[in-house]
């Protein structure tokens, strides 16, 4: 087995605009490890489900050269399926058939593989194995869909937000599925819009924006890059009047220990190296200004706070296409 599960050079996809071409992919440059989890981030329109779906098969690119383990796509596509499992963002199943038949079906399309009764374990459905699709809730349907994407034992699994949807527990048990595959030198390709479930799963992350990789490597390393330790989160209250114009970040950007300071929700956010520092030189400005505290809490420096430096924003899910509406793969399994 190849030392590189995924090889990507040079990867650019090209859809068409009302102002002419865009670039939703824009000479990605990729590899990850067997036996590894890796982290795809980034908000919607920035390239990292174009990416996803060309690396799954269901996309092909404008140009660029894509390995998945060590095959082709466009020689070998057959080969490759019997050996990756997808999830993707939505999927459809039939109403009418119980979680245990349609396991079977899609047993059926891979030579060696888990028992379905195995794969329904994995994903701890025991107690819905007879019920019909329609009965399941949707988290349980996205358990499914897991369960589906594991039934062929894969070398490389690819997991699009596998955990939307979920309760807790249900979430927890995924995770407890993705460190059984790391345990057994299968890959992980992950996206998700919680950072703490990249934190905690991923070997490595890539944060992509407008097309490109602007940040790569390890969580902590990605972290330890702001150069920070703390973040301090503040709001200013009201005084009973007409509502004052608000601050800009840039009064609290000069404070001592204070490296970057931004709005955030409805308050601020002071990424800074030392609080004993710059907690009290913030309520010395303050006063200064006359703007009492709302509230005020500190915490660790996390890997969202390295997505907002890189992007100016929150990974969230709420951002449209910047090309516009294009032709979708159909979400559907069949093609397994």
Not at 215 to 222: D, N, V
Request: hydrophobic fraction near 40%; aromatic fraction near 4%; charged fraction near 30%.
């Amino acid at each position: 087995m190849s030392d590189r599960a995924i090889r990507v050079k040079e990867l650019r996809k090209q859809y068409p605009g009302r102002d002419g071409p865009v670039l939703a992919v824009d000479g990605i440059d990729l590899e990850i490890l067997t036996g590894e989890c890796f982290g795809l981030l980034g908000p919607n329109g920035a390239g990292k489900t174009t990416t996803v779906e060309i690396l799954e098969g269901l996309n092909r690119p404008t140009s660029g050269d894509v390995e998945v383990l060590g095959r082709r796509w466009e020689h070998d596509a057959v080969a490759i399926r019997e050996r990756i499992g997808v999830t993707l963002q939505e999927t459809r199943f039939p109403d009418k058939e119980t979680v245990r038949e349609l396991l079977v079906v899609f047993r059926s399309f891979y030579r060696d593989g888990l028992t379905v009764e195995d794969a329904i374990a994995r994903v701890s459905l025991e107690s819905k194995a007879n019920a019909l699709i329609e009965q399941l809730s949707g988290g349980q349907q996205q358990r499914l869909a897991v369960a589906i994407a594991l039934v062929g034992d894969p070398e490389l699994l690819f997991l699009d937000e596998p955990t939307t949807g979920l309760d807790p527990q249900s979430r927890r048990q995924l995770w407890d599925v993705i460190r059984d595959l790391k345990s057994r030198n299968r890959t992980v390709l992950l996206t998700t819009h919680y950072m703490d479930e990249a934190e905690r799963l991923c070997d490595r992350v890539a944060i992509i924006d407008h097309g490109k990789i602007i940040a790569m490597g390890s969580p902590r390393e990605l972290i330890d890059r702001i150069g920070a330790a703390h973040i301090v989160e503040f709001a200013l209250a009201g005084n009973g009047e007409a509502p004052a114009p608000g601050p800009e970040p840039s009064a609290f950007a000069g404070l001592d220990s204070v490296l970057e300071a931004r709005k955030d929700d409805e308050g601020f956010a002071l990424t800074v190296s030392e609080p004993h520092r710059a907690i009290p030189a913030l309520l010395d400005e303050l006063e200064t200004m006359a703007r009492p505290l709302a509230r005020l809490t500190t915490r660790q420096v996390s890997l969202e706070d390295v997505f907002v430096s890189l992007t100016g924003r929150h990974l969230r899910d709420d951002a449209e296409e910047p090309h516009g509406p294009r032709p979708r793969p159909r979400r559907g399994r069949a093609r397994r």
